[in-house]
């Protein structure tokens, strides 16, 4: 299987807590007003590349991992072979970034393996409207950081809790501070 990808991106700290490498994938429907990335709507903007060899070259940097886009779930099946492969031989964190809501995931055969082999979803399209440069990780406050795990196991979604992205961080200062 191959994705249309568009660049690789390692050491970013944007998408997701720590350092993580980010692959930012071509093709998007959901054509949000004010989105950062037009020119990734089109599949064919990107380049076409092989699972195996992405997953390697992902492996090789040692860091968390985010799909980002563009929109991965236009691709669900191939980054669903991707992140399988990619939990299959690692432990590594992996974020997803869609415009769709887990709730329609869930429920759509294309995109459950894809889910169950991610950490984090940050769903919901970008609404310029609710935009918001003080949120965590995403761009606008209709967006959430669902705690996939969680949400599969309790069959209702659950909320990945901003603090425990920064408990590491206030207990490191805490022991500066003692
Ligand atoms: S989902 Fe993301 S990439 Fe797609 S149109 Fe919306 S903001 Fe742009």
Redesign the pocket.
């Known amino acids: 299987m191959e994705i249309s990808v568009i660049s690789i991106v390692e050491s970013t700290s944007v998408d997701g807590p720590g350092l993580r490498t980010t692959v930012y994938c071509a093709g ?1 429907g ?3 007003k004010g ?4 020119q ?2 089109d599949i064919n903007s990107g380049t076409l590349t092989d699972v195996t060899i992405l997953a390697d070259r992902l492996l090789a940097t040692g860091e968390d991992i985010t799909f980002s ?3 991965p779930m236009f691709q669900a099946e191939a980054f669903g072979e991707l992140a399988a492969t990619i939990k299959s031989k690692s432990n590594r964190n992996i974020w997803c970034y869609t ?1 769709f809501r887990i709730e329609q995931l869930l429920k759509n055969s294309k995109t459950l393996p894809l889910l169950q082999n991610i950490d984090v979803l940050v769903d919901g ?2 609404e310029l409207a609710l935009r918001d440069e003080n949120l965590l990780f995403r761009g606008s406050s209709n967006q959430r950081l669902v705690d996939v795990k969680k949400t599969i196991e309790k069959g209702e979604v659950v909320i990945y809790e901003p603090m425990n992205l920064l408990s590491p961080l206030l207990m490191k200062y805490k022991r500066i501070e003692n």
């Open positions: 998007c959901h054509r949000c989105c950062h990335n037009p990734s709507w886009g563009g929109d415009g399209q970008f």
